[in-house]
């Protein structure tokens, strides 16, 4: 029998944390082996509301580490990834009989200035009256205030992460599950279970990060066997998409009268992004999807502001995920913190890490505190370096993405220019590897429309972990939201024959 391989360093789950200290350490030197259960971003990291943003709400919970420590992350992550994390300017109308003005201004004069913003523009006021964003709303908003936040492509700097990690050496198994982990002397014996295929496999590590995101609690009950663990609260949160309800590039954030907010963002061209919501979840968070009251709310909240109202009949796509806040006490959904806590465990043995809450904007933060407490463990290997250091694709300046579409056409004159802009917001300097030679879209292979043609299906199935019509569709790109039923289909039924290929080439 062949020992199990053995690693420093195991991580279960593979979402933004999972994947961002997967990175970080490998980088450091550790080896290191994840585990995700489904594909790449399948949980949480994929449904959220795709902000790279200080949370200006949480400035009402005294949250001032957390914002602060976002609002210097924007520009850091804008940096690192120009191609998936863009800048966004918010508009937000001043509504009689909600926040005061002066609040808002304040809220804003610290978002300015606690958050070392340099490339980022400052807050300023709008006359809605003549302003275009004043356009699609109802006349009763004069006056407005617009600030500077950040757009991320979620699912993506999720699977950009992992990439960078297995291109440094980390072993990523994306598929499988970690059905159980016991302690034996030094190290840490973890049961392995192929979703696909029903194998079981044991690695041992030195180290186990539970980075399971909603089933970090599952988790350390099922796989670790402890009995009564309640450190998450769960909270749903959903989103709608509807066809496109203003032009502006702007994003609009509406308050709403139970003190909540909501936004309503330009959304893959054609759409409007409006979400999201926050309700006490209890269930398996694979299962979750938007309830009536949640449509109704989205709907309602919106036509509050939009001249033309949102109806449900406007919907084209709903998504839904689960926070997996940690519990501190707070009475409602909304209030829970958003701050995220690492706690170890070393009470018999090797130690197990615990990564509860978290924000996509702070993940790279946390995975530098992870490996403080992982050095604490494990000894130092080596300093920190994520900050500065581009995801794979993203190695051009971060005001350089319409040069970077130019530099793509110049080299591929038969892409038009929205497949040309497309391609580089998914894959940056990579667009290029993944077109190769080709020198018309006939070399591209099948069309399966919305210009998703086969070299881009490969591409993803080789390198970025794709196994499904689905990982596809709605996680490496958006392009489900642009096709019919039987384009889909069709591309369901190609990754089905060419895994079938794959499967028979290696037994
Ligand atoms: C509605 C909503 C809106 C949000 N909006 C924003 C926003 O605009 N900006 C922002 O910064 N943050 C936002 N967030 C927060 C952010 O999305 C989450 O904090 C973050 O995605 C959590 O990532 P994670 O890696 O901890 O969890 P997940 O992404 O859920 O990853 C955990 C992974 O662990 C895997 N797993 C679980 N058990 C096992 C097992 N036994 N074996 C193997 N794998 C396993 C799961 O399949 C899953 O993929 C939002 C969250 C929600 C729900």
Redesign the pocket.
Known sequence: MTEPSTYDIFI?????????IARDAVGRGYSVCL???????????????????G?LRYLEHYEFRLVRE?LMEREVLWKMAPHIIWPMRFVLPYAKGLRPAWLIRLGLFLYDHIGGRKLLPATKTLDMRNDPAGKPLKPLFSKAFEYSDGW?N?ARL?VLNARDAADRGADIRTR????SARREGEHWVINLENQRTGETQEVRAGLIVN??????D??LA??VGRNDVHNVRL?????IVVRKKFDDPRAYFFQNKDGRIIFAIPYEDDFTLI???DQDFDGD??DVKISEAETDYLCSAASEYFAAPVRREDIVWTY?????LYDDGASKAQEAT?DYVLKSDTSDGPPLVN?F???????RRLAQSMLEKIEAHLGKRGAPWTAGAPLPGGDFFATGFDAQVRKLMAAYPFLDAGHARRLTRLYGTLASKLLGSAISPGDLGRNFGADLYEAEVRYLMAHEWAVTAEDVLWRRTKRGLHMNEAQRQALDDFMRDANASKNAAAE
Do not use: F
């Open positions: 279960i789950g593979g979402g933004i944390n999972g994947c961002g585990a995700e259960m489904n594909d790449l971003a399948s949980g949480t990291s994929s449904g959220s509301t795709k902000l790279i943003h949370g976002s991320v979620d999720v499988t599950k970690v059905v980075a399971g995101g909603p089933w970090v599952a988790v099922g796989a909270v749903q949160g959903s989103h979400g999201t919501t968070p694979h839904s995920a689960v926070r997996p958003r990564v809450g978290g924000k996509i904007t702070t993940y």
